[in-house]
C-alpha cells in the first residue's frame, strides 16, 4: 500500500534518514523517533509537499510524483496534532471537507456526500457533538472530528502527526481506540506518529522507527519496546538508575 | 446544509439591492416625479434638459456602488479566509494604500484622469501599486505567522504609502494636488458611462473569476496545511488571490478612491448570517451585501446634498459592525 | 458672544488706559509727523484709527460673530511718550513688515511701499509679475511651509510687525513673548468691496503713506460708485464656481463677492438662501439650475487659453445651462489674473470687467473677467 525504495530525506540539502526498502500494507502502523529525526518530513514527503529526497515513494504502486495533487487527495488524507477552523463551522460542516477531492468546481454536495458523512458520525458515534460548532468543541472532540474528516475523504491511507500531542491521558485512550475500530472496518493504512511508545504493542501491527539516519519497519510486537528502547541509549539509562 | 437555507438571506439582498438602486433613482435634491425618471430612462425627454443628466448620473453611481461595494467585499471575504483572519481587508492590509501610492504617483505626476489614456494608467498605477503591498504581506507572511502582527505591517505600510504621497504633494502642483485631495475623499459619483463600461466590465469579470477560488477557500477555512492535504494547490491558489482581490481592490481604488470599511464589515457580517460553508454559495451573498452597504452609504450620502463624505457614513456603518463581530467571537473564545 | 465682545471692549479700554504714561519733560514732536494727513473711515468696520496728541492707534477689530478680537498697535509721535511695555510698538519711517497674506502686498504695492515687505507667507503663490519681481529683488524670506509659520524664518526676517490672520495656527503661536509684534488683519470679513479697499488707509497709516491711501481710495470709491450708478439693473441671473468632487460651494448672497458681481446688474441664483456662510449644493441641484440660470461666473485656476470647449470637456451636461449655450460665462482665470490679491484693491476695474460681460457698457478691456469663447 505504501513504500520506500532507496529513500533518502534531505532537508535543506542536509541529510536526515533514509530508508532501503520498506512495504507498509494496511493496519495501524506508529511513526517513532526522536525530536527532530524526520518524523512530520516523512509525513510530509508522503502527502507530497516535500521534493527534496531521492528514491521513490510509492502509494498503491504509482510513485507519489506521478499523482496529480487533486488525486492524491484521494490517496491520502492527514490529521495535524492542531487544528483550527475560520469561520462557524459545525462539526458536520468539518467532516463535509474530506469529500473536497470528489466535488465538482463550485463544490457540490451530492447525495453520497451526506450519505459518507452520517456513514463515519455513525462509525465513530460523533452525534453527540457533531453539529456544534467547531470552535466550542473540546480538543479531544475537535481532534476526533478531524479524523472523522480524514475518513470520509475515503482514503486507502490515513496519516495522523502526532495526533495525541494536546490530549489528556482518557482522551489518548479513546483516540487509540478510535484508530483500532477504524482499522478494523476499514482496510485502510493508518500511519500515525508518537511519541507514546509503551501501548504500541497492544495497537500496532509493526513500527516504523527513524533513529541515527535511518529508517528501519519493526514487525514484531513482542520486540517493539526492547528494540526502540535499545536504539535510544534508553535501556543503559535505566539501568544506571537501578 | 443545504443551498435551500440561504435563499431567503439571498432574495432579502437582492430585493433591497433593488429597491435602494431605485430609491437612487427616484429621489434626490432635484425633485422629480416617477413617470418624469421613467420617461427619461426609456429615452424620452424632459422639460429641463439637465435631467436626463441628472438620471444618467444617479444611475451611474448607483451601478458604480452595486459593483464597487460588491468588489470590496468579496475581495476582503477572500483575503480574510486567506489570512485567516476577520480584521483583514483590502483597507486594513494596505492594499488600498499600495493602489493610492500608485494613484497618486500618476496623478501628482501631471497626468489627469480625463482622458482615456490618463484613464488607463491611472488603473495599471493603482493595480501594481495594490499588488506590490499584497506580494510584500505575503513575502513578510512568510516570516510572521501570528497574524495580528501581519496585520500592524499592513497598517505600517498604509502609514508609509501615506507618508510618501505627502512627499509627493512637495513637488506636485496647486491643480494636481487638489485632484488627488478630491480623489482621496472617496465618492462614487463622477465616474461617466464610458468608463463605467470598462469599470463594469473589469469588476463583473475579476468577480466570476473569483469562484475559480470556490474549492480552494472551502479547503483554506481549515488552514493551508489541510487545504493542502485535500488537493488544493496552493500556489496557484496563492496566485489567482493575490491577483483577483489585489485588481478588484484597485479598480475600485483608482475609481472611487479608498473606500473603507465595506471589504472588512461586509464578509464579517455575512458568516454570521449564511448557513452554507460553501463559498460558491457565500461570494454572491458577500458580492450583495457588499453592494447593499455601498448603496445605503451612498443614498445616505445623496441625502446629505453629498455634504457627508462617503468614508465616513461608510465608518459610521462598518466600523459598529466589526466591533459586533469580534466581540461576538470573542464571546466565543474563538482565536484569530 | 455679546458678553465677549463687551469684555473684549473693556478689556481694550483698560490696556488702552495702562499703555498711556505721559512724561512730565516737554514734548517733542517732529514737524514731519504733525503734517501728516489723517485718515477717517468711511466704510470699513474692522479697523480704526485713533488720533492722540502724542500717538497713533490703530485697533483691529473683528465683525460679525464668527470670530472675536481686537488688536492694536501704536506709532509713537512724540519720542519723550512713554507706553506700557506690553503696547505694541512701531515706527512709521522704516518699518519692517511681514505678511501672511499676498492681499497684504497689493495695499502695500499700491503705495509703493513693497519695499518695505520682509518677510511673505507663500512666495509662489504671488502671480502678479510686477509684485514677485520687487519680492524677488528684495530677497524676501518665505515664512510658511505647507500653511505653517517657520518661526527661524520669522526670526531671521526679524520684521517690526508681522500682520496675520485671526484664524488657524498663527493666531494660537504665542508671538509676544518672542519678541515679534503681530497685528490681526482680517480686511477679508467686510461687508461691502468698498469697505475692504478702506483698508488701504491702515497700511497707508502703518508706513506713513495716509495720504497717498486717501487720494488712492477716493478715485476708486468714486470710479466704483460712478459706475454702479450707471448700471441698469437687469433681471437676468448667474450661478457661481465650479463643483468640487460633487458638491458646489457658492457664497453666501451676503459675501462682498456677490455684492460686486450685483452691482454690474444681474443677481444672484441663490438670492433668496439666507445665511453669511457658503451655499452648498449637490451637483444634481446645481445642473438643474444651470439650465435656467442667464449668467455663470466662474473663478477658478486653469490652463492660460481655457475655453468654452474645456469648461464642457470637464462635464458633458455643462452644455445645457443657458449660461453656456449663450455664451454667457464670466470667467477668472486665477492662474494669469490676480483676482485674489490685486483684485482687492481694483473693485472698480473688476465691476468695468462685469459690465463690459454683460452688456452694459460697450467698450472696454477686461483685465480680470472676460467672456469664455
Redesign the interface.
Known amino acids: 500500500m505504501l513504500a520506500f525504495k532507496q529513500l533518502e530525506i534531505k532537508v535543506s540539502g542536509r541529510h536526515l534518514f533514509a530508508a532501503e526498502n520498506v512495504h507498509i500494507q494496511s493496519g495501524i502502523v506508529a511513526l517513532v523517533g526522536r525530536n527532530g529525526t524526520g518524523k512530520s518530513t516523512l509525513l510530509k514527503t508522503i502527502m507530497g509537499l516535500n521534493r527534496e529526497f531521492t528514491g521513490e515513494i510509492k502509494v498503491s504502486d504509482k510513485t507519489i510524483q506521478s499523482f496529480h495533487a487533486a488525486d492524491l487527495a484521494k490517496e491520502i488524507a492527514i490529521v495535524y496534532s492542531k487544528s483550527s477552523i475560520f469561520g462557524n463551522h459545525t462539526g458536520r460542516d468539518v467532516l463535509m471537507l474530506g469529500r473536497l477531492p470528489y466535488q465538482n468546481a463550485f463544490a457540490k454536495e451530492t447525495v453520497a456526500d451526506r450519505e459518507q458523512v452520517e456513514q463515519i458520525i455513525d462509525l465513530l458515534q460523533l452525534e453527540k457533538f457533531v453539529d456544534q460548532e467547531f470552535s466550542v468543541l473540546s480538543d479531544g472532540e475537535k481532534q476526533l472530528i478531524m479524523i472523522g474528516r480524514a475518513v470520509v475523504q475515503d482514503t486507502k491511507i490515513i496519516l495522523l502527526d502526532e495526533p495525541a500531542a494536546f490530549l489528556d491521558l482518557v482522551n489518548r485512550h479513546q483516540l487509540m481506540q478510535v484508530l483500532k475500530h477504524i482499522a478494523q472496518s476499514t482496510e485502510k493504512l493508518i500511519l500515525f506518529s508518537t511519541h507514546q511508545v509503551d501501548v504500541l504493542p497492544n495497537i500496532c501491527k509493526a513500527i516504523l522507527l527513524i533513529d541515527q539516519g535511518r529508517l528501519q519497519l519493526l514487525e514484531n510486537p513482542k520486540e517493539f519496546i526492547s528494540t526502540i528502547y535499545d536504539s535510544f541509549g534508553m535501556n543503559k539509562i535505566e539501568k544506571d538508575e537501578v | 446544509m443545504s443551498l435551500r437555507s440561504d435563499i431567503p438571506l439571498f432574495s432579502v439582498l437582492i430585493i433591497g439591492v433593488f429597491i435602494l438602486f431605485w430609491m437612487n433613482l427616484l429621489l434626490g435634491d432635484v425633485p422629480m416625479k416617477t413617470a418624469d425618471v421613467f420617461n427619461i430612462l426609456t429615452g424620452g425627454v424632459a422639460d429641463n434638459s439637465a435631467w436626463s443628466y441628472i438620471i444618467e448620473s444617479r444611475l451611474n453611481r448607483s451601478v458604480v456602488a452595486i459593483l464597487a461595494g460588491g468588489a470590496l467585499a468579496v475581495s476582503g471575504l477572500i483575503l480574510q479566509v486567506f489570512f485567516r483572519n476577520p480584521l483583514a481587508g483590502p483597507g486594513v492590509l494596505g492594499i488600498t494604500s499600495g493602489a493610492s501610492l500608485g494613484v497618486a504617483v500618476v496623478i501628482l505626476g501631471g497626468i489627469t484622469m480625463g482622458s482615456f489614456l490618463g484613464n488607463l494608467g491611472v488603473i495599471m498605477a493603482g493595480v501594481i501599486g495594490a499588488i506590490a503591498v499584497l506580494l510584500l504581506l505575503i513575502f513578510i507572511a512568510r516570516f510572521i505567522k501570528n497574524s495580528v502582527t501581519l496585520l500592524v505591517a499592513g497598517l505600517m505600510f498604509g502609514y508609509f504609502t501615506a507618508a510618501l504621497i505627502n512627499v509627493l504633494f512637495l513637488w506636485a502642483n496647486e491643480t494636481d494636488t487638489r485632484e488627488y485631495v478630491v480623489w482621496g475623499l472617496g465618492s462614487f459619483e463622477g465616474v461617466n458611462s464610458t468608463e463605467l463600461m470598462i469599470f463594469a466590465l473589469l469588476i463583473v469579470t475579476l468577480s466570476l473569476l473569483c469562484f475559480l477560488l470556490v474549492k480552494p477557500l472551502n479547503a483554506l477555512v481549515a488552514g493551508v496545511d489541510y487545504a493542502a492535504s485535500i488537493g488544493i494547490n496552493i500556489k496557484t491558489t496563492r496566485l489567482f488571490i493575490i491577483v483577483f482581490t489585489g485588481i478588484l481592490a484597485a479598480v475600485v481604488t483608482v475609481y472611487c478612491g479608498p473606500v473603507g470599511f465595506i471589504g472588512i464589515a461586509v464578509p464579517q457580517l455575512v458568516r454570521v448570517l449564511v448557513k452554507s460553508k460553501n463559498h460558491a454559495v457565500i461570494i454572491p451573498i458577500v458580492f450583495f451585501a457588499g453592494s447593499f452597504l455601498a448603496l445605503s452609504a451612498d443614498f445616505i450620502v445623496r441625502m446629505s446634498s453629498n455634504s457627508l463624505p462617503l468614508n465616513t457614513v461608510t465608518a459610521i456603518v462598518g466600523a459598529p459592525i466589526i466591533v459586533w463581530v469580534i466581540i461576538k467571537m470573542n464571546q466565543r473564545n474563538v482565536s484569530f | 458672544m455679546r458678553e465677549l465682545s463687551l469684555l473684549a471692549i473693556l478689556w481694550s479700554l483698560i490696556i488702552l488706559n495702562s499703555c498711556v504714561q505721559h512724561a512730565d519733560s516737554e514734548t517733542s514732536i517732529t514737524p514731519n509727523q504733525l503734517d501728516q494727513e489723517k485718515v477717517s473711515i468711511e466704510y470699513a468696520e474692522g479697523f480704526d484709527v485713533v488720533y492722540e496728541p502724542n500717538f497713533i492707534k490703530v485697533v483691529t477689530q473683528s465683525i460679525g460673530e464668527n470670530t472675536s478680537f481686537t488688536d492694536s498697535v501704536f506709532i509713537i509721535l512724540d519720542s519723550t511718550t512713554i507706553l506700557d511695555e506690553s503696547c505694541k510698538i512701531i515706527n512709521q519711517e522704516e518699518i519692517r513688515l511681514a505678511c501672511q497674506s499676498s492681499t497684504h502686498l497689493a495695499f502695500l504695492n499700491e503705495l509703493n511701499q513693497l519695499s518695505q515687505v520682509v518677510g511673505l507667507c507663500g512666495l509662489e503663490y504671488v502671480n502678479n509679475p510686477e509684485i514677485s519681481e520687487v519680492i524677488k529683488e528684495n530677497e524676501v524670506i518665505e515664512l510658511c511651509m505647507?500653511d505653517q509659520i517657520q518661526l527661524e524664518n520669522l526670526f531671521q526676517c526679524n520684521p517690526d510687525l508681522f500682520l496675520i490672520y485671526p484664524f488657524g495656527s498663527s493666531q494660537n503661536n504665542d508671538y509676544a513673548s518672542k519678541g515679534i509684534h503681530t497685528l490681526l488683519i482680517a480686511e477679508y470679513l467686510e461687508k461691502s468691496q468698498l469697505a475692504r479697499l478702506e483698508w488701504i488707509k491702515l497700511f497707508g497709516v502703518l508706513t506713513g503713506k495716509s495720504k497717498e491711501a486717501n487720494a488712492y481710495f477716493e478715485s476708486v470709491k468714486q470710479a466704483y460708485i460712478e459706475q454702479k450708478e450707471a448700471t441698469v439693473p437687469t433681471d437676468k441671473t448667474f450661478i457661481m464656481n465650479l463643483p468640487?468632487?460633487?458638491?458646489w460651494f457658492m457664497p453666501s448672497s451676503k459675501s462682498v463677492g456677490v455684492e460686486l458681481i450685483e452691482d454690474a446688474g444681474i443677481s444672484y441664483y441663490y438670492s433668496g438662501e439666507k445665511g453669511t456662510e457658503n451655499i452648498?449644493?449637490?451637483?444634481?441641484?446645481v445642473?438643474?439650475d444651470?439650465?435656467s440660470a442667464d449668467y455663470w461666473v466662474i473663478i477658478a485656476?486653469r490652463e492660460a487659453n481655457y475655453g468654452l470647449a474645456d469648461l464642457i470637456?470637464?462635464e458633458?451636461?455643462y452644455k445645457?445651462?443657458l449660461s453656456v449655450q449663450n455664451h454667457q460665462v464670466i470667467f477668472c482665470n486665477t492662474a494669469t489674473a490676480d483676482y485674489f490679491s490685486k483684485g482687492v484693491v481694483e473693485p472698480h476695474i473688476i465691476l468695468k470687467d462685469l459690465c463690459y460681460a454683460t452688456g452694459q457698457i460697450e467698450s472696454h478691456t477686461p483685465q480680470y473677467f472676460f467672456l469664455l469663447e
Open positions: 505647507t468640487f468632487q460633487d458638491q452648498s449644493h449637490s451637483n444634481e441641484q445642473w438643474n444651470g439650465v485656476r470637456a470637464e458633458s451636461v445645457e445651462f
